[in-house]
């Protein structure tokens, strides 16, 4: 969840470069949005963000020591390699479909700026009131 919030304003970037491609830089358009909507807006979502991290990393750690431990108590020993790589794939299938709707409101939040930063004008803003708003919509 550190790393999450770290890293949360170079995704939010990257992800508002995607939906407005005509920004020339990484840096520019995070001058943009610092600019139109204020320096805060660089952590648009991370609440989001960070109930992504709380769904899929416990869910991934949760299922591949579940199975870790059935299966040492099956056959008494330490699963070998590749049994491992099997049971950290199945993990990760779990925690994928536990945090993908987190990972749709996630990119919803972090996409959901001004309608154009990289306009001459800031625009009107579309928003989300917040986590709670984004997952009932």
């Known amino acids: 969840m550190m790393m999450a919030m770290v890293t949360h304003p170079l995704d939010l970037v990257k992800v508002r470069m995607q939906v407005f491609p005509s920004a020339s830089s990484t840096v520019d358009m995070a001058t943009r949005i610092a600019r139109c909507e204020g320096f805060s807006a660089l952590y648009s979502g991370l609440s989001a963000g960070l109930m992504r991290q709380a769904t899929y990393t416990t869910t991934r750690l949760g299922v591949y020591l579940w199975m870790y431990e059935q299966y040492r108590n099956v056959y008494g020993v330490v699963p070998p390699l590749p049994d491992k790589m099997l049971m950290g794939a199945y993990a990760a299938m779990a925690g994928a479909f536990a945090g993908n709707p987190s990972e749709v409101i996630l990119v919803r939040m972090m996409a ?26």
């Open 112 to 137: 959901d700026g001004r309608r154009d930063p990289c306009g001459a004008v800031c625009g009107p803003k579309r928003h989300y009131r917040g986590l709670y708003d984004a997952v009932y919509k």
